[in-house]
């Protein structure tokens, strides 16, 4: 296994929609233990392929406590929502950036899992978050772009000067 490098916002690869996998082989399956990998190196409690530079639908997320839950997502998407709740969120993309983003409180969704089998997962609380978060990420989208211009402007300074200052 082996950790990969997390694209940093604002690269325009981030911005990219992700294919879905057409088949589950064993370089899907490195692919995911390396993502799984790097979230818990990072550390964080999920990633999408494409914050690898990975454009595939596949996510990996672990949102307990205890750091022993690891989901794979294949080709997730998300089939039922409903509530809302508000939570703070972070991401290994824009580092050092926590802000409140508003999501469906409950969600549903449908996957494959790493031998190809269909599968569900209901999630509330952080883990709907989490779930969501990363399937925005498949979709082309970080969590930035929940909030206003203004806050997005702030948050793209910050990192240019934080880029700046470790060059």
Same mark, same amino acid.
């Given at each position: 296994?082996?950790?990969?490098?997390?694209?940093?916002?604002?690269?325009?690869?981030?911005?990219?929609?992700?294919?879905?996998?057409?088949?589950?082989?064993?370089?899907? /399956?490195? &692919?995911?233990? !390396?993502?799984? =990998?790097?979230?818990? %190196? +990072?550390? #964080?409690?999920?990633?999408?392929?494409? *914050?690898?530079?990975?454009?595939?639908?596949?996510?990996?997320?672990?949102?307990?406590?205890?750091?022993?839950?690891?989901?794979?997502?294949?080709?997730?998407?998300?089939?039922?929502?409903?509530?809302?709740?508000?939570?703070?969120?972070?991401?290994?993309?824009?580092?050092?950036?926590?802000?409140?983003?508003?999501?469906?409180?409950?969600?549903?969704? /449908?996957? &494959?899992?790493? !031998?190809?089998? =269909?599968?569900?997962? %209901? +999630?509330? #609380?952080?883990?709907?978050?989490?779930? *969501?978060?990363?399937?925005?990420?498949?979709?082309?989208?970080?969590?930035?772009?929940?909030?206003?211009?203004?806050?997005?402007?702030?948050?793209?300074?910050?990192?240019?000067?934080?880029?700046?200052?470790?060059?």
């Amino acid at each position: 296994m082996s950790l990969l490098p997390i694209l940093r916002f604002p690269d325009p690869r981030l911005k990219k929609i992700a294919a879905r996998v057409g088949s589950i082989d064993d370089g899907i /399956r490195r &692919l995911a233990r !390396d993502m799984a =990998e790097t979230m818990y %190196e +990072a550390p #964080g409690i999920g990633l999408a392929a494409t *914050q690898v530079d990975v454009h595939l639908r596949l996510i990996v997320v672990d949102a307990s406590e205890t750091r022993d839950q690891l989901l794979t997502l294949i080709n997730p998407e998300v089939v039922e929502q409903d509530g809302q709740q508000v939570h703070e969120e972070g991401c290994l993309s824009v580092p050092g950036v926590y802000d409140k983003v508003e999501r469906a409180a409950r969600v549903v969704v /449908r996957y &494959l899992d790493l !031998d190809g089998g =269909e599968r569900t997962v %209901e +999630a509330e #609380g952080l883990l709907a978050v989490c779930l *969501q978060h990363e399937i925005d990420h498949l979709q082309g989208k970080v969590f930035v772009e929940h909030l206003s211009q203004l806050k997005q402007l702030r948050i793209r300074n910050k990192l240019a000067k934080q880029a700046r200052i470790t060059a």
